[in-house]
């Protein structure tokens, strides 16, 4: 999951942006990498992607701004969809 988020980063935002090393810690919100817009569409691509829904209260920016959050917050969904 971690792996596909950052492609997905990568992919979407980074464009050619070779000197921006993001790691699963790497500030994503804080550094303006991902701005509201961005989360938007990364919300919905991690939706579509893990069959999940994520509430816009837990939505937050401090959830978006490390993959590692991002991780936690996908699994913690995951987690509620099969209880």
């Known amino acids: 999951m ?3 988020i950052l492609e997905y980063i990568r992919n979407e935002y980074l464009e050619n942006d070779d000197d921006v090393e ?3 810690t790497t500030p994503l919100i ?3 990498i991902v701005d509201s817009f961005s989360m938007v569409s990364l919300k919905r691509f991690l939706e579509k992607k893990n069959g999940i829904s994520i509430p816009d ?3 937050t920016p ?3 701004d490390t993959v590692a959050s ?3 917050l996908v699994t913690k969904q995951l987690a509620k969809k099969g209880a």
């Open 30 to 32: 804080s550094s303006g």
């Open 70 to 72: 991002i991780v936690a």
């Open 57 to 59: 209260d837990e939505a």
């Open 22 to 24: 993001l790691t699963e």
């Open 2 to 4: 971690k792996d596909a």
């Open 62 to 64: 401090q959830a978006f």
